[in-house]
């Protein structure tokens, strides 16, 4: 089983600041990834999907990069709104696996 | 507007059994991987089931294989999640969602399970 290790779990970050978030695959995923973003109660919202693909609708301070195993979500100019915590996802293969999260709190 | 409603959550007992509901409307369903997700309290999405648009494959992860039967309907665009031998720890938020990897993506809103005598 393909197995998805997400980085920080947590981090701390002010308004404008720039936020990166990182997925490692245990294997080669290609670019079956996605970036979800969840705020408490409520369902998550895909933002990024095959990797680098902007959600219609989502900011495009959010971006996303990677193939193969290593994957990056970005935040150029985090807004108040942003404060979240953030999922990966692998959909390769026949297991699917969501990273552990990163939740984003203020400073 | 395209949205998918899951039904069916509820409290049940160790060892009992369970089926979720997903009503899918507004996108062309039979063509759509489905997946179930589940969040338990606290806790990370965590994948559960993913069934190809013809319901030829099925995919699980391993805690819940033997356990759980993920099926649907193209007809009534209906996806289901039966749940059998329940366990203390199935105890979550289930959701249904439509395919990763496309425009088309969706998630219902949620279905509570509490495995709980």
């Known amino acids: 089983d393909i197995q998805v290790t997400q980085s920080p779990s947590a981090m701390s970050a002010s308004v404008g600041d720039r936020v990166t978030i990182t997925c490692r695959a245990s294997?080669?995923?290609?670019?079956?990834l996605a970036w979800f973003q969840q705020k408490p109660g409520k369902v998550p919202q895909r933002l990024i999907y095959?990797?680098?693909i902007l959600e219609g609708g989502v900011p495009s301070r959010f971006s996303g990069s990677g193939s193969g195993t290593e994957f990056t979500l970005t935040i150029s100019g985090l807004q108040p709104e942003d404060f979240a915590t953030y999922y990966c996802?692998?959909?390769?293969?026949?297991?699917?696996?969501f990273g552990g999260g990163t939740k984003v709190e203020v400073k | 507007e395209a949205q998918l409603v899951d039904s069916g959550g509820g409290l049940v007992e160790p060892g009992g059994s369970l089926r979720l509901s997903c009503a899918a409307s507004?996108?062309?369903?039979?063509?759509?991987?489905m997946t179930w997700v589940r969040q338990a309290p606290g806790k990370g999405l965590e994948w559960v089931a993913t069934?190809?648009?013809?319901?030829?494959?099925?995919l699980y992860v391993g805690s819940v294989k033997g356990r759980f039967t993920i099926s649907r309907d193209n007809a009534k665009k209906s996806l289901f999640l039966q749940m059998n031998t329940l366990r203390a720890e199935d105890t979550a938020v289930y959701y249904c969602?439509?395919?990763?990897?496309?425009?088309?993506?969706?998630w219902g809103q949620g279905a509570l399970v509490t495995v709980s005598s």
């Open positions: 996802l692998q959909h390769h293969g026949d297991t699917l696996a």
């Open positions: 507004g996108f062309i369903f039979p063509d759509s991987w």
């Open positions: 969602a439509s395919q990763f990897s496309s425009s088309s993506h969706f």
């Open positions: 294997q080669a995923v290609h670019n079956y």
């Open positions: 069934i190809t648009p013809d319901g030829s494959r099925k």
């Open positions: 095959s990797s680098s």
